[in-house]
């Protein structure tokens, strides 16, 4: 597979499911997007515990891993479940999810420079430099303090969410749920006029040598998902290394899947 699929997935440069079913829709995904401020450009989240347990995943698995270890605080891997990067029209932020020793990460912390202190009734780590790490329930999230506290504002719901948007929602939640799943605006798909997109990848067929992915479209109208049926079948290929591609029209919606090869060793 070519490295143009790593970079699209793992995003931020290196932009970071069910394997055999769907879960329920509040998935990490959902979460990640009722967290995430409106203005948000895209989502990207790994369900790290799912790519570990595949070995169909182990050249994705060890290559996040490396990218990983800049955000984890000297968090075991063990113990974080999934991972994801929100990028706004200004920022950036990660997520992460998981099982935490949080008096560790606060040592950790505090080794780092970093302040405790509190924005809005949730507990905020912040350093000289404006970066942030805030606690909330088993999540941990990270990045320039303003982004930390715009996020804190939507969890608190006195600002809206990504998941407010009717047009990402609706993309949201007709995704399954992936090994790694995206929803993007209308900036990523050039020369494609969009409202909403999302990307799935899984493995739903053990052994059958390709991943499996699903991405959906939505569009202001079926007039214009039925025009750009052929250029999203050709985005799709071309930006994810996608095979054997279908799609159908679902009124404003494209619905696309297709296949993705695994690298030999």
């Known amino acids: 597979m070519k490295a143009r699929i790593i970079t699209v997935l793992l995003m931020l440069a290196v932009l970071v499911s069910s394997i055999t079913a769907c879960t329920t829709k509040d998935d990490f995904l959902v979460k990640v997007m009722k967290l995430a401020p409106e203005d948000t450009y895209s989502i990207d989240c790994t369900d790290i515990e799912a790519m570990a347990n595949d070995t169909e995943f182990a050249y994705m698995y060890d290559y996040f891993i490396d990218y990983l270890q800049y955000y984890l605080l000297g968090i075991d891997i063990s113990d974080i479940s999934a991972f994801g990067y929100i990028i ?110 999302g990307v799935c990848l899984r493995n739903q067929h053990h052994d059958d040598e390709v991943l499996d992915i699903t991405g959906w479209l939505k569009f202001d109208s079926a007039a214009s998902a039925e025009a750009a049926l052929e250029d999203a079948e050709d985005h799709f290929g071309h930006e994810f290394d996608a095979i054997n591609i279908s799609s159908q029209l679902r009124d404003q919606f494209i619905e696309l899947t297709g296949e993705v090869g695994i690298p030999e060793y």
């Open 88 to 197: 706004t029209d200004l920022d950036s932020i990660y997520v992460l999810m998981g099982d935490f020793a949080l008096e560790d990460i606060r040592n950790i912390l505090i080794d780092e420079g970093y302040m405790e202190g509190e924005y809005d009734g949730v507990e905020v780590w912040t350093d000289d430099y404006e970066d942030a790490v805030a606690f909330i329930g088993n999540i941990i999230i990270g990045g320039y303090t303003d982004t930390v506290e715009a996020c804190i504002r939507v969890h608190k719901n006195e600002e809206p969410s990504m998941y407010d948007n009717d047009d990402m929602k609706s993309v949201a939640d007709k995704l399954s749920s992936g090994v790694v799943s995206m929803v993007f605006g209308s900036d990523f798909t050039y020369g494609i006029e969009i409202l909403a997109g």
